[in-house]
């Protein structure tokens, strides 16, 4: 079974430009989330998309959204890009069928904010 | 809140020494436990994983026990390779409580031949 993917692997941008990033989940999977993960805030949870609907979402401001589409691939877009935006975002995914699951992770997508 | 505490790094050992890497955690509820590693430039990938107290988690050589009683849940392998230098990340998801890990902070990994 192919695993999680993240497009694009690399992006740079300047400050004031929003981006889009894409993950496709592993087959069968459900449920996606995103992370972003910093040398200075570690790893922490964007949001969690199930059936196409925003199921948790963390202590991110309103630039950051995301959507997920019937066949469960998942976007997030950041708006108005600042420096602090610049990171390691991971998109994991899960079964997740009304029960913890294992979340599997991409190789993630480094965003590097100008 | 839920939190994860994880031993400084970097750690550095040699090759075949024994590897132990703490880690606690607070919870409001009743978590499940997980080992993740990130080699450099990579994504995290899931190493083992605890759902109940007492559970072992197991693979490649690395084990871990979710321990109810001192809410912990250690790493250790008996016999290190240079091939395990990476950052380990110990994560919670409680149970019910959405699809959201919670990580520690990370420790660094350096074995030396």
């Known amino acids: 079974k192919a695993g999680v993917t993240q497009t694009p692997r690399y992006l740079i941008k300047t400050r004031g430009q929003q981006v889009t990033l894409s993950c496709s989940p592993i087959?069968?999977?459900?449920?996606v989330s995103w992370y972003q993960q910093t040398p200075g805030q570690g790893l922490q949870f964007l949001f969690e998309?199930?059936?196409?609907?925003?199921?948790n979402k963390g202590n991110f401001p309103g630039r950051f959204s995301g959507r997920q589409f019937s066949n469960s691939r998942s976007e997030m877009n950041v708006s108005t890009l600042e420096l602090g935006d610049s990171a390691l975002y991971l998109c994991?995914?899960?079964?997740?069928?009304?029960?913890?699951?294992?979340?599997?992770f991409g190789p993630g997508t480094r965003l590097t904010v100008l | 809140g839920d939190s994860v505490t994880q031993m400084e790094g970097p750690v550095t050992l040699s090759e075949e020494a024994f590897l132990t890497i703490n880690c606690t955690y607070t919870?409001?509820?009743?978590?499940?436990l997980f080992w993740y590693v990130q080699y450099p430039g990579e994504g995290l990938q899931l190493l083992l994983k605890?759902?109940?107290?007492?559970d072992k988690g197991s693979n490649k050589g690395f084990e871990a026990t979710y321990r109810k009683e001192t809410t912990s849940f250690h790493l250790e392998k008996g016999s290190v390779q240079v091939s395990d230098s990476a950052v380990y990340f110990c994560?919670?998801?409680?149970?019910?409580?959405?699809?959201?890990?919670?990580f520690g902070t990370g420790t660094q990994l350096k074995v030396e031949l």
């Open positions: 994560a919670l998801i409680l149970t019910g409580g959405g699809n959201k890990l919670t």
């Open positions: 994991a995914s899960s079964l997740y069928d009304g029960r913890t699951d294992t979340q599997y």
């Open positions: 087959s069968g999977h459900r449920s």
């Open positions: 919870a409001t509820g009743y978590p499940s």
């Open positions: 998309y199930f059936s196409e609907t925003q199921r």
């Open positions: 605890a759902t109940k107290a007492d």
